[in-house]
């Protein structure tokens, strides 16, 4: 099975709608999305909708049980818990009932998925060997997908070997057949690693292999949106730099 696997939409439909283009060239057979579809955008029923629509699979992130009053807002930073309140003021109907069905882990197969981290699936961000070698001792699953950083990566520990990990960037491939792995897409609507382009991963369980991919958007566009909503400029001006 090739599988599309998207991260921490964060309410970009820009980003959103442009990856779901891309996908279509792909020839995937899924899609699966690992959390936080909203958050910091400007457009979370639309991204929510686009979701519900073209998604397998979906996890709940930290900002979706924000939004849906499972988290406490006095947990995130002041621009984030400004952009969820306004998210629970326009969020209509349809799209509370479909976060507040979601749950931060499953599985799909052989495949485990975690909006964070098979430790703590909602908060915990996976950023160093470290942290993944740990996350390593207590995953079931040989390969497992996280989101949350808003950083493409992959982990890998090898028999008798520490995890290592690194980056990765548009175009890289990884052979999944050996080892314990640990993979982040990267996030759709508001990448960390400098890249501004929408981030993404084509999983293929069968031959074992993950290729990260980035999708080109209208950036000015999404930005542009988060100021027409009055919602924190920085959320907005980050989009730009890929922070």
Known sequence: MRVAVLSDIHGN????????????????????????????????????????????????????LAVTGDLSLDDFSRGAALAARWTQEVLDVDGV??????????????????????????????????????????????????????????????????????????GDVMDLTAGEWLLNPGSVGQPRDGDPRAAWLVLDTEAWRAEWRRTPYDVAGAATAIRQARLPESLAERLEYGQ
């Open 13 to 64: 439909r820009h980003a959103l709608e442009a990856v779901l283009e891309d996908v279509a060239t792909t020839g995937v057979t899924d899609l699966w999305c690992l959390g936080d579809v909203v958050g910091y955008g400007a457009d979370p029923n639309d991204c929510v909708a686009l979701v519900a629509e073209n998604a397998a699979l979906c996890l709940a992130g930290n900002h979706d």
């Open 97 to 170: 009932a479909f976060l507040a069905r979601l749950a931060s882990q499953g599985e799909a197969g052989p495949v485990g998925l975690y909006h964070a981290s098979p430790r703590d699936p909602v908060w915990e961000y996976v950023l160093s060997a470290l942290l993944a070698e740990l996350c390593f001792d207590v995953q079931p699953q040989r390969v497992a997908l996280v989101g949350h950083s808003h950083v493409a990566l992959s982990f890998v520990r090898r028999e008798g070997h520490p995890a290592t990990g690194e980056k990765r960037l548009a």
